[in-house]
């Protein structure tokens, strides 16, 4: 039996010739790992974000002639303007206002003491009663300052 070699594999001193070519298959693979780790990795990495939502850098807006302020207090109290309510209360308190359109929007404070499923509560209970218009109220940040929003602003 015998075996012809082509003079293209070997250099013309019966080295094996070096090829130029990539072998894109492991490459291919390594791809697909990396992809699987970042597929898995990058939900993990969202999870615990440490934020800070009482403060905003958004723009203000034109606040309105006579808003309607809900405010929750550190206690958990509701207050509609000025007057402490009870929850039970807050949508009847409301429609006693003298604009008492649903239409109007309505301001929502809350103190960042207030834990988030309180402040849920009170906004299903002012969903429930048919006002949907709902604007957060946030302390605004300086837009030249955003790595010290954890900073109270000062007067």
């Known amino acids: 039996m015998a075996v012809s070699i082509a003079g293209s594999e070997f250099d013309d001193e019966g ?13 291919i693979d390594v791809m697909l790992v990396l992809l699987i780790i970042f597929m898995v990795a990058a939900p993990l990495a969202t999870v615990d974000l440490p934020i800070d939502l009482p403060t905003s850098s ?4 034109k606040k309105p002639d006579k808003p309607t302020y809900v405010s929750i207090k550190p206690d958990l109290t509701v207050a509609v303007g000025e007057t402490a309510v009870k929850r039970a209360e807050l949508v009847a308190t409301l429609d006693a206002a003298p604009d ?9 404070r809350a103190d960042k003491a207030v834990p988030y499923g309180d402040l849920m509560d009170v906004l299903e209970i002012l969903r429930a009663g048919g006002y ?3 604007k957060l109220v946030a302390l605004e940040v300086p837009s030249a300052a955003p790595a010290q929003a954890s900073e109270p602003p000062k007067p």
């Open 15 to 27: 080295d094996f010739a070096e090829t130029h070519e990539i072998n894109v298959t492991p490459f």
């Open 58 to 61: 958004a723009v203000a807006q």
């Open 100 to 108: 008492n359109s649903k239409d109007r929007f309505v301001f929502l």
């Open 132 to 134: 949907t218009k709902l």
